[in-house]
């Protein structure tokens, strides 16, 4: 994606975005040169429901049950659920990690050679089938860890408020209308979504309206 090309398209569309934009931190999301599926999903399932600092102490735990700078499904498996728990992770936690290296195994997670070769959509369907993954989680590895360019999280909430933060609307859109919204900033919807975001860190405005 050419960032220069995704911000004169963003701003463009109306000039309130195009002040969002101008005075916030520039989307500067590229894909990962090293994503490694596995790593990425079991490290948010260990955050899910969690503030940053609690996760982060857990999934630190996690991490030093097993050696190397990367997680091995098969030693996974073969963890104790008792250890697993004993880092922190809840019980459902404990079975979705367990499912998540199961299914990297088989082959329905798939690898970063695979991500590459695969659409969205196709992603997203195959992520989605593991226990503890859903939609939200898989857009967020496409945009986050993969970088793709046109990922539209509408069941976002902070998406959904920074949208109603920059157009003065006092309820919330839902996401079948941020779906429909959504399409005047294809093909570069992620870097909609990342001011949006951003958009919760600038100051309130007045006059607002439904």
């Known amino acids: 994606m050419n960032h220069d090309d995704a911000h004169r398209h963003i701003s463009g569309t109306d000039p309130r975005l195009a002040e969002l934009m101008a005075g916030s931190v520039r989307y500067n ?31 630190g735990r996690v991490r030093k049950l097993f050696p190397g700078k990367y997680l091995d ?17 809840s019980r459902s936690k404990v079975a979705a990690l367990k499912d ?16 590459a070769r695969m659409s969205d959509e196709e992603i997203i369907t195959r992520l989605i089938s593991v226990r503890g993954i859903g939609r939200w989680t898989a857009e967020m590895l496409l945009l986050f860890d993969l970088g793709r360019p046109d990922v539209w999280p509408v069941d976002d909430y902070g998406v959904r408020k920074g949208f109603a933060k920059t157009f003065a609307r006092r309820k919330l859109p839902t996401p079948k209308q941020l779906r429909k919204l959504g399409e005047k900033w294809r093909p570069y919807r992620s870097v909609a979504a990342w001011y949006f975001w951003r958009a919760l860190d600038a100051p309130e405005k007045k006059n607002r309206s439904d």
């Open 29 to 59: 999301i590229a894909p990962g040169k090293s994503v490694r599926p596995f790593d990425a999903l079991a490290e948010s399932i260990a955050y899910q429901q969690l503030s940053g600092k609690a996760a982060a102490t857990i999934w």
């Open 100 to 115: 998540l290296a199961a299914k990297t195994l088989d082959g329905t997670v798939p690898s970063a050679r695979a991500l």
């Open 73 to 89: 499904p098969k030693l996974v498996l073969k963890m104790p659920d008792r250890k697993l728990r004993a880092a922190g992770l």
